[in-house]
């Protein structure tokens, strides 16, 4: 980088008086943005459930308020309380606001009401968070920019007969996903034999009651694909860089359990096509600030556009460890007016070194299916030393694990020069932590990056349900 742009970088002053950023979240991530906004000589503010006043975001910021009076929210609904927290926001002066992942994170809404609240809004406008926020918008999108998608009906589905139809053109199996669907819910396979029609139904109920909206549509389901995802920045003046890929292909049930960047075993044209059409994409969407772009790719090495997903993801962290670049602060700059040059972040500027690793460390029980454990960590250590990140919310000897809330304990990310060395650092890392008091994926975290198939970085979406050997 030179030394202009190095000095731009280091220049705080783009966010002048204006600089008081409220998260509107819990767990790590409100933890994770304090962190990039002190650096930045931020003032931070918290919010919180009544469930949550005992919780570790509010003790990390420069000041906490209570969501709403005892009892008027559920403990989800108080993060979800989209007039309460733009209150409190304009009662504390407040100049940004930073949604995290989950809860109003995707909510055009609450963008909205945002901005018209006076208050910056960390990431894409409420138009571009509507035109990639959900799946059938999205494909629309990659067609007008002419990039791949998985062979799918053009629009929403209406009927039984309508998926039927496409059954008939493709062939099973086949997926029916909820437009407005996202953390690996509200999607249903179907494979030959099944009842189409009841699944039909069946995802369009649940789409409705978890996501507030029925519209399904159907692709076809890929053997054994690949999860390859973009990390994309773009400032306000149309500058527009990825910052290369991350492999998520090692999930349970579609979702992400371990993330690996760059990806280990993608030939370097298929990566290259895919960088390119992530770019392409948000140069069409209009995109702005953060976002991720998320493809599959088949055992033929093509590759399909699946989704946009319009804000921070539990996974930034392994791009920054492979960028050197906080994503984080990246956010804020943006929202702040800085152009993607004056932050240094030219494409040809933005390179990788090694590897990084993350497992998502949730107080799961294995033994029980993973179904959620609770209570009392009665001992809590955690790993440390040359290469590992720690992204924690509550962890510490003492905290109480509530059912209220996501699994997620800790994040652990661990970087090196090779894939073999970091798997073995993330091994070292996991064995070092002591937690007792509440189960933990930990176990299981361990027999899946000693098997095989890890260990040669080809893996595949379904790698873990396809495996039983995993779960003894
Ligand atoms: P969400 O928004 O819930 O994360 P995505 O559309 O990103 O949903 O898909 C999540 C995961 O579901 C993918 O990573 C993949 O494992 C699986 N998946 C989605 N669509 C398909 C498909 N057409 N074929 C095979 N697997 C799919």
């Known amino acids: 980088m030179s030394k202009k742009l190095q000095g731009l970088r280091d220049n705080f002053s783009l966010l002048g008086e204006k600089n008081k950023v409220l998260v509107a979240n819990r767990g790590e991530i409100p933890i994770r943005i304090f962190r990039s906004a002190h650096e930045l000589s931020m003032r931070t503010v918290a919010i919180y459930s009544h469930e949550d006043r005992l919780a570790t975001h509010r003790l990390k910021a420069d000041e906490a308020y209570v969501i709403g009076n005892k009892g008027e929210f559920t403990p989800v609904g108080a993060y ?9 926001a304009k009662e504390h002066q407040v100049d940004f606001i930073h949604p995290g992942y989950g809860f109003l994170s995707e909510n055009s809404e609450f963008a909205q009401k945002v901005a018209e609240s006076g208050i910056t809004w960390i990431g894409p406008p409420s138009s571009v968070i509507d035109a990639v926020g959900d799946k059938v918008s999205a494909r629309n999108l990659a067609a007008k920019a ?16 309508e998926a039927l139809e496409f059954v008939k053109e ?4 086949v997926i029916i996903k909820a437009a407005f669907g996202g953390g690996g819910r509200g999607m249903r396979v ?17 789409a409705k009651t978890a996501f507030g909206n029925g519209t399904c549509f159907v692709e076809r389901f890929l053997n054994k694909p690949k999860h390859i995802e973009v990390q994309l920045l773009a400032d306000n003046y149309g500058n527009v860089v990825h910052l290369f890929e991350r492999d998520c292909s090692v999930q349970r049930r579609h979702q992400k359990v371990v993330e690996v960047a760059p990806a280990k075993t993608l030939p370097i044209d298929v ?27 088949d055992d033929q090495n093509r590759h399909y556009f699946i989704e946009i997903n319009p804000r921070i993801q539990v996974e930034h962290t392994i791009t ?8 984080v602060a990246a956010q804020i700059q943006i929202a702040a007016g800085a152009s993607l040059p004056q932050l240094g972040l030219l494409q040809d500027k933005i390179t990788t070194r090694g590897f990084a690793i993350q497992c998502r460390i949730t107080t799961e ?36 694990i509530s059912p209220h809330y996501d699994s997620m304990l800790v994040k652990c990310t661990c970087s090196g020069s090779t894939y073999e060395i970091v798997r073995r650092k993330m091994i070292r890392s996991l064995i070092e932590f002591r937690i007792r008091g509440v189960k933990t994926n930990i176990p299981f975290l361990l027999t899946l990056l000693t098997h095989p198939v890890f260990i040669s970085g080809d893996y595949w979406t379904t790698y873990i349900d396809d495996t039983p050997q995993l779960f003894q």
Not at 80 to 88: C, G, N, S, T, V
Not at 170 to 173: A, C
Request: charged share 25%.
């Open 271 to 297: 990566r290259n096509a895919i960088l390119t059409d992530a770019v392409k994409l948000a140069k069409e969407a209009g995109y702005r600030n953060a976002g991720t772009a998320e493809f599959l790719v």
């Open 190 to 206: 179907v494979r030959e034999g099944d009842d189409v029609a009841d699944a039909f139904q069946r995802a369009t109920s649940e």
């Open 320 to 327: 920054e460890e492979i960028t050197g670049i906080d994503v």
């Open 80 to 88: 979800l309380a989209i007039d309460e927290i733009i209150k409190i």
């Open 365 to 400: 029980d294995p033994a029980k299916n993973f179904q959620p454990d609770t209570g009392r960590l009665e001992v809590y250590r955690s790993s440390g030393g040359n290469g590992v990140r720690l992204d924690g919310g509550n962890a510490y000897a003492g905290a109480i």
């Open 170 to 173: 493709y062939g099973y199996p």
């Open 146 to 161: 002419n990039v791949p998608v998985v062979p799918g009906t053009p629009g929403p589905i209406e009927s039984v007969e």
